[in-house]
Protein backbone atom coordinates (compact mmCIF):
# COMPACT_ATOMS: atom_id res chain seq x y z
CA UNK A 1 0.00 0.00 0.00
CA UNK A 2 1.77 2.97 -1.31
CA UNK A 3 -1.26 5.49 0.04
CA UNK A 4 -0.68 7.15 3.40
CA UNK A 5 -3.66 9.02 3.92
CA UNK A 6 -6.73 8.36 5.91
CA UNK A 7 -10.15 8.90 5.52
CA UNK A 8 -11.84 10.67 8.82
CA UNK A 9 -15.82 10.56 8.11
CA UNK A 10 -17.85 12.24 10.96
CA UNK A 11 -21.78 11.38 10.06
CA UNK A 12 -24.91 14.08 10.79
CA UNK A 13 -24.85 16.50 13.80
CA UNK A 14 -21.51 15.64 14.83
CA UNK A 15 -20.48 19.23 13.23
CA UNK A 16 -22.29 20.51 16.82
CA UNK A 17 -20.15 18.27 19.09
CA UNK A 18 -19.01 20.81 22.15
CA UNK A 19 -22.26 21.69 22.10
CA UNK A 20 -24.67 19.11 21.19
CA UNK A 21 -25.75 16.89 24.60
CA UNK A 22 -22.64 17.36 26.70
CA UNK A 23 -23.70 14.88 29.05
CA UNK A 24 -23.38 11.97 26.26
CA UNK A 25 -20.91 13.45 24.24
CA UNK A 26 -18.36 15.56 26.06
CA UNK A 27 -17.22 19.49 25.52
CA UNK A 28 -14.78 18.40 22.76
CA UNK A 29 -15.25 20.23 19.46
CA UNK A 30 -14.98 18.20 16.01
CA UNK A 31 -12.13 20.75 15.21
CA UNK A 32 -10.29 19.50 18.09
CA UNK A 33 -11.01 16.02 16.87
CA UNK A 34 -10.13 16.34 13.87
CA UNK A 35 -6.89 18.49 14.96
CA UNK A 36 -5.63 15.80 17.29
CA UNK A 37 -5.93 13.12 14.73
CA UNK A 38 -4.22 14.89 12.55
CA UNK A 39 -1.73 15.23 14.87
CA UNK A 40 -1.62 11.46 15.81
CA UNK A 41 -1.31 10.30 12.36
CA UNK A 42 1.62 12.60 10.89
CA UNK A 43 3.37 10.96 14.22
CA UNK A 44 2.86 7.52 11.94
CA UNK A 45 3.79 9.41 8.79
CA UNK A 46 0.24 9.42 7.41
CA UNK A 47 -1.97 12.84 6.62
CA UNK A 48 -5.81 13.13 7.03
CA UNK A 49 -8.70 14.10 4.96
CA UNK A 50 -11.78 14.76 6.89
CA UNK A 51 -15.19 14.95 5.65
CA UNK A 52 -18.20 15.57 8.17
CA UNK A 53 -21.50 15.87 6.22
CA UNK A 54 -25.40 15.71 7.40
CA UNK A 55 -25.90 13.76 4.36
CA UNK A 56 -26.26 10.35 3.75
CA UNK A 57 -25.05 10.65 0.04
CA UNK A 58 -22.12 13.04 0.86
CA UNK A 59 -20.71 10.45 3.29
CA UNK A 60 -20.95 7.87 0.73
CA UNK A 61 -19.55 10.09 -1.91
CA UNK A 62 -16.64 10.64 0.39
CA UNK A 63 -16.04 6.92 1.07
CA UNK A 64 -15.57 5.74 -2.61
CA UNK A 65 -13.33 8.57 -3.36
CA UNK A 66 -11.29 7.36 -0.65
CA UNK A 67 -10.88 4.15 -2.65
CA UNK A 68 -8.41 5.79 -4.91
CA UNK A 69 -6.04 7.68 -2.40
CA UNK A 70 -6.64 6.53 1.52
CA UNK A 71 -5.26 3.45 3.17
CA UNK A 72 -7.62 3.60 5.88
CA UNK A 73 -10.94 4.70 6.93
CA UNK A 74 -12.18 6.09 10.65
CA UNK A 75 -15.64 6.57 10.25
CA UNK A 76 -18.39 7.33 13.49
CA UNK A 77 -21.39 7.31 11.33
CA UNK A 78 -23.97 8.56 13.58
CA UNK A 79 -26.77 8.06 13.60
CA UNK A 80 -26.63 6.83 9.91
CA UNK A 81 -24.65 3.69 11.68
CA UNK A 82 -28.16 2.64 12.82
CA UNK A 83 -30.19 2.99 9.63
CA UNK A 84 -28.00 3.15 6.41
CA UNK A 85 -27.32 -0.30 4.57
CA UNK A 86 -26.05 2.29 1.52
CA UNK A 87 -22.85 3.70 3.88
CA UNK A 88 -22.11 0.26 5.26
CA UNK A 89 -22.55 -1.42 1.50
CA UNK A 90 -20.06 1.75 0.46
CA UNK A 91 -17.72 0.70 3.25
CA UNK A 92 -17.66 -2.55 1.89
CA UNK A 93 -17.12 -1.87 -1.85
CA UNK A 94 -13.98 0.31 -1.28
CA UNK A 95 -12.49 -2.42 0.45
CA UNK A 96 -9.89 -0.75 2.89
CA UNK A 97 -9.19 -1.12 6.52
CA UNK A 98 -12.02 0.47 8.59
CA UNK A 99 -12.17 1.50 12.30
CA UNK A 100 -15.38 2.46 13.54
CA UNK A 101 -16.24 4.88 16.42
CA UNK A 102 -18.68 5.57 18.66
CA UNK A 103 -17.50 8.78 21.44
CA UNK A 104 -20.64 6.95 23.82
CA UNK A 105 -21.56 3.57 24.63
CA UNK A 106 -24.04 3.26 21.99
CA UNK A 107 -24.68 -0.86 23.91
CA UNK A 108 -25.38 0.99 27.31
CA UNK A 109 -27.99 3.26 25.27
CA UNK A 110 -31.16 3.05 23.88
CA UNK A 111 -32.12 -0.02 22.08
CA UNK A 112 -32.63 1.04 18.57
CA UNK A 113 -28.77 2.17 19.03
CA UNK A 114 -26.93 -1.11 20.16
CA UNK A 115 -27.42 -2.15 16.28
CA UNK A 116 -24.78 -0.68 13.94
CA UNK A 117 -25.04 -2.15 10.14
CA UNK A 118 -21.38 -0.34 9.85
CA UNK A 119 -19.63 -2.65 12.45
CA UNK A 120 -20.47 -6.12 10.13
CA UNK A 121 -17.95 -4.19 7.64
CA UNK A 122 -15.56 -2.65 10.65
CA UNK A 123 -12.22 -3.94 11.23
CA UNK A 124 -12.42 -2.86 14.77
CA UNK A 125 -14.90 -0.56 16.51
CA UNK A 126 -14.75 1.19 19.14
CA UNK A 127 -17.69 2.99 21.62
CA UNK A 128 -17.84 4.72 24.70
CA UNK A 129 -14.21 5.82 24.63
CA UNK A 130 -15.11 9.70 24.26
CA UNK A 131 -13.12 11.51 21.94
CA UNK A 132 -9.98 8.79 22.68
CA UNK A 133 -12.04 6.84 20.41
CA UNK A 134 -10.81 8.34 17.87
CA UNK A 135 -7.02 8.03 18.47
CA UNK A 136 -7.35 4.15 19.31
CA UNK A 137 -8.88 3.94 15.74
CA UNK A 138 -5.82 5.90 14.14
CA UNK A 139 -3.41 3.89 16.01
CA UNK A 140 -5.02 0.29 15.23
CA UNK A 141 -4.90 1.52 11.50
CA UNK A 142 -1.06 2.89 11.38
CA UNK A 143 -0.09 -0.78 12.91
CA UNK A 144 -2.13 -2.37 10.50
CA UNK A 145 -0.53 -0.39 7.73
CA UNK A 146 2.93 -0.57 9.16
CA UNK A 147 2.62 -4.59 8.73
C1 LIG B 1 -22.78 8.31 18.10
C2 LIG B 1 -23.89 7.41 18.65
C3 LIG B 1 -25.11 7.44 17.74
O1 LIG B 1 -26.14 6.61 18.28
C4 LIG B 1 -25.65 8.84 17.63
O2 LIG B 1 -26.74 8.87 16.73
C5 LIG B 1 -24.62 9.84 17.27
C6 LIG B 1 -23.26 9.71 17.80
C7 LIG B 1 -21.60 8.42 19.08
O3 LIG B 1 -20.56 8.92 18.66
O4 LIG B 1 -21.72 8.06 20.25
O5 LIG B 1 -24.90 10.82 16.59
O6 LIG B 1 -22.29 7.70 16.91
Known amino acids: MTERRLL???????????????????????AQIEA?????????????????SNHEGVLIDAIHDARTDCAGIVINPAA???????????LRSVELPVAEVHLSNIHAREEFRHHSYVSAVADM??????????EMAVQYLAGRLSQ
Do not use: C, F, K
Open 36 to 52: RVAELAAASGLDIRAVQ
Open 125 to 134: VVAGAGPLGY
Open 8 to 30: LVNGPNLNLLGTRQPEVYGSTTL
Open 80 to 90: YSHTSVAIADA
